[in-house]
């Protein structure tokens, strides 16, 4: 059902029945909670995508959700626009200085030749593993003895093409990131006007991404990993699906491997094969 009067969509409005029926949706397939406080958010983050479709009204556009036992590719635009993708280089730069002063030089003296591997977890735009590839690199200026490599996963299709660029403006770069490994990792852009740095290939090709749903029964990672960043998404879930989560994460963690979580979030009281190392570092037992 295709209108084209743009009028329509303008004043459309999510009722509370719809964003029952959505949010208990959304949380099923995703683990975010949605309590009623997010509909006004839902409603203006899905109204972008009725005007993409020239689709009038909530009803039509839940319709062409979830008609057909499920229109897969539109429930991915859906996902997409629900998710909070806040992120930043250096962020919580504790955990960098962290990684940098204990976990690899911890590796460098252990190794037997493997590749160090790091896992960011809900990566969003790319921030965090181009983060991480820029402080081991640094690592390895200094201790070339090893290799690495970054998996970046994230729920949200959207922002991984993003993160794959590695295409960010100016202001998110200069403020967040000391100049020299602007100078060493960033690429200007040759139009000035834009004001936009891309990571350099060297670095590009150290860090690769994937979609991945915590929800998902099996996360099909054969690598087992040194380092996981969890950060900033534990938040969005109920803790029933944190512990399940993190359950599921460890699974890919070698034994005496780091897991970073946010600041403001708490493995207290999960059954999780990890010990508190600092505030928000675990070491897999
Ligand atoms: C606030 S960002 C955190 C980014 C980064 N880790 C940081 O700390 O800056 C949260 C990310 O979690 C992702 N996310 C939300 N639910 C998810 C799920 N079920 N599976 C995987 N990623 C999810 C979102 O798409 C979003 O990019």
């Not at 295709?2 to 303008?10: G, H, L, M, P, T």
């Not at 004043?11 to 009623?36: C, D, H, V, W, Y």
């Not at 991404?209 to 990672?221: A, P, T």
């Not at 380092?227 to 998404?233: E, K, Q």
Request: one cysteine or more; glycine letters at 4%.
């Amino acid at each position: 059902m295709v209108f084209n009067d743009i009028r329509d969509i303008y004043s459309a409005e999510l009722s509370n029945e719809q964003f029952a029926r959505l949010g208990a949706f959304i949380n099923r397939e995703t683990g975010i909670k949605m309590p009623p406080d997010k509909k006004i958010m839902v409603q203006a983050r899905l109204k972008k995508r009725l005007k993409e479709l020239s689709i009038p009204s909530f009803e039509a556009y839940l319709a062409y959700v979830f008609g057909n036992n499920g229109n897969h590719s539109e429930i991915i635009h859906v996902f997409d626009a629900i998710s909070t993708n806040k992120t930043d280089f250096f962020r919580e730069p504790i955990h960098f200085s962290f990684l940098k002063d204990h976990v690899l030089p911890e590796f460098k003296e252990k190794r037997k030749g493997s590749i160090f591997k790091v896992w960011s977890a809900a990566c969003s735009s790319g921030e965090e593993p181009y983060t991480l590839a820029m402080c081991v690199n640094e690592f390895l200026g200094v201790n070339p003895s090893f290799d690495y490599s970054i998996f970046g996963t994230d729920i949200s299709t959207l922002i991984l093409k993003m993160a794959t660029n590695g295409v960010f403006t100016e202001e998110r770069v200069k403020p967040a990131v000391p100049a020299y490994l602007v100078q060493k990792y960033f690429m200007k852009n040759r139009d000035a006007i834009k004001r936009t740095f891309r990571i350099v290939p060297e670095l590009r090709a150290k860090v690769t991404f994937n979609r991945l749903n915590f929800m998902d029964e099996s996360y099909h990672i054969s690598s087992k990993f040194d380092v996981v960043f969890c950060r900033n998404v534990l938040i969005y879930f109920d803790r029933n699906i944190q512990e399940a989560v993190l359950q599921k994460i460890c699974r890919n963690l070698k034994p005496g491997g780091y897991l970073f979580h946010g600041h403001s979030e708490s493995l207290l009281g999960m059954d999780l094969p990890l010990k508190n190392v600092q505030p928000t570092i675990f070491q897999r037992i």
